[in-house]
């Protein structure tokens, strides 16, 4: 079972291609105790002192960024879900240098469009089948999004 990290905020141990490794990976994220979701959405990292993530920012990056995955889901032109994801990519770094998403939270959603724009380059590369795989991964990214917007708007900042 692949668990959200608490160590090592660079990464997270997910194969968006496996639902049930994504549920349970959204199972841990929704047990989070307030101290261990502020590890993620923000407010402290280990002893220090940080700034939350605010409802609006992330509410702002998870629409952007819900609606590139979508793109990828329904199976949209490859150029244009490929362009979605990168910038909600852009949008994500965007509202981490203002400090707007803070902790752990804006690793965890580079890495999910991260990966499914990988995927999607690969596809539109090679022109196979692969798409399957892009939508399979890109459904179970918006989960893990959804997922932490619950964190957010349960222990984040208004």
Same mark, same amino acid.
Do not use: W
């Given at each position: 079972? *692949? ?22 990976? %959204? ?22 002192? %940080? ?5 609006? *920012?992330?509410? &702002? ?6 609606? !590139?995955?979508?793109?990828?889901? &329904?199976?949209?032109?490859?150029? *244009?879900?490929?362009? !979605? ?16 998403? %803070? ?16 995927? =999607? ?13 892009? &939508?399979? =991964?890109?459904?179970?990214?918006? =989960? ?15």
């Amino acid at each position: 079972m *692949s668990h959200p990290p608490t160590r090592n905020p660079d990464t997270i141990n997910i194969d968006l291609k496996n639902v049930e490794n994504v549920s349970n990976f %959204v199972r841990d994220i929704l047990a989070k105790s307030k101290e261990e979701a502020e590890l993620i959405i923000g407010k402290r990292d280990k002893e220090k002192v %940080v700034k939350k993530t605010t409802k609006s *920012s992330y509410r &702002r990056v998870h629409e952007i960024a819900s609606s !590139a995955l979508e793109e990828v889901e &329904r199976g949209k032109n490859p150029t *244009s879900a490929i362009t !979605a994801l990168t910038k909600s990519l852009i949008l994500v770094k965007y509202q981490e240098a203002r400090e707007l998403l %803070v902790g752990q939270l804006p690793r965890y959603i580079e890495q999910i469009l991260s990966k499914v724009l990988g995927c =999607m380059q690969e596809a539109s590369r090679e022109q196979g089948d692969n798409i399957h795989n892009c &939508r399979e =991964m890109a459904k179970n990214g918006k =989960m893990i999004l959804d997922a932490l917007a619950v964190l957010v708007y349960q222990y984040g900042k208004e």
